[in-house]
């Protein structure tokens, strides 16, 4: 039966509670990171050594915040899957191959259902990290490399509920994982193929090509064209700016709405005016295989709202604004 509040809370007393959780997980997670050493960077390298998978397994609390740093680990180049302990003991045992590598996570270092787990360990040779709040517990003293997760208290009231131990053992293993990707030289990419679905699979796996305008929807002009008839194909294609390109397709040029501004600022006849002596020579471009997301990325760097596409040749080939990557879901 749920204990009802011995009387109504106000809002300042939700909000202190919450802020001292917070700041219990935030003192937690900076104490051990003044305290990693070498044991921290022993535990990359042994898992960079790994030639099979990471098991990941603790019990209760500690059993999902398992899960999660398993699938951080799989996702960011790491082959790792979460193993129930008690599981383990009734015949999943056998997931585990001498090849493989085990990080259990035990604050108290004492689960029963991790440490009938170990003589296994130990008969398949499989190096052992833990992740413990208890350096001088039987799991740290049986692991092959043992690391300190240890808190002051959990933000529980009554230092029972797995709270700031829970959150600083997550943080502890993001670390090992983040750290682990960067030496792997981990990219973009390779996160890409690993997240194909949703917003993220949109962001990281869309190329320019696959987004950008092309054929007769690209805004295009030759050097000796009039400034006035170079403004009517910027209007009729709607990106903002046109391209500027000799004969051959290779662009010369770019003449934006700011070049527009600047001109007009100058009373430049735009009767007599060419685009060869209106245009912007050097206009910023991206490759049609490049990922959408770095398109978004350069337009931010360069506060600039449309892109050619141009490929190897400097043939230009498509043309793209911020409006094209807002409809992709890219931004």
């Known amino acids: 039966m749920r204990n009802p509040p011995a009387s109504p809370p106000d809002d300042a007393a939700l909000l202190a509670s919450g802020r001292r959780t917070l700041a219990s997980a935030q003192a937690a997670i900076g104490a051990i990171s003044q305290r990693l050493d070498g044991r921290f960077a022993s535990a990359c390298r042994a898992l960079l050594a790994c030639e099979g998978r ?3 397994t603790g019990m209760g609390k500690s059993g999902h915040i398992a899960g999660k740093i398993a699938a951080t680990l799989a996702s960011t180049g790491t082959p790792a899957f979460f193993l129930h302990p008690a599981e383990a003991g009734h015949g999943d045992l056998g997931m585990i191959t001498r090849a493989d590598l085990v990080l259990a996570l035990s604050n108290s270092g004492e689960t029963a259902e991790i440490l009938v787990l170990l003589p296994h360990l130990k008969r398949l040779g499989v190096p052992l990290i833990a992740l413990t709040g208890k350096g001088d517990s039987t799991l740290a003293q049986a692991a092959t490399i043992a690391l300190d997760a240890a808190v002051g208290q959990e933000a529980c009231p009554h230092n029972l509920a797995p709270t700031t131990s829970t959150t600083a053992a997550l943080a502890l293993g993001d670390a090992l994982a983040v750290a682990v990707l960067e030496a792997r030289g981990f990219s973009a990419e390779d996160f890409a193929r690993r997240h194909p679905g949703g917003t993220l699979g949109r962001r990281l796996l869309m190329h320019v090509e696959d987004i950008m305008r092309t054929g007769n929807a690209i805004p295009r002009v030759a050097p000796d064209t009039l400034l006035s008839a170079g403004l009517v194909e910027m209007s009729a294609k709607g990106l903002g700016m046109t391209a500027v390109v000799n004969a051959d397709g ?3 040029g770019v003449f934006t709405d700011g070049d527009l501004r600047r001109a007009l600022d100058q009373r430049i006849d735009v009767h007599t ?9 050097g206009a910023r471009s991206i490759g049609p295989r490049e990922l959408a997301a770095s398109a978004a990325l350069m337009m931010e760097q360069h506060r600039i709202t449309a892109l ?8 230009l080939v498509g043309a793209l604004n911020v409006h094209d990557l807002l409809r992709a879901g890219v931004l």
């Open 273 to 281: 005016t060419t685009m060869r002596q209106a245009m912007t020579a």
């Open 54 to 56: 990471v098991i990941v």
């Open 250 to 252: 290779n662009v010369l």
């Open 308 to 315: 050619l596409v141009i490929d190897d040749r400097r043939q």
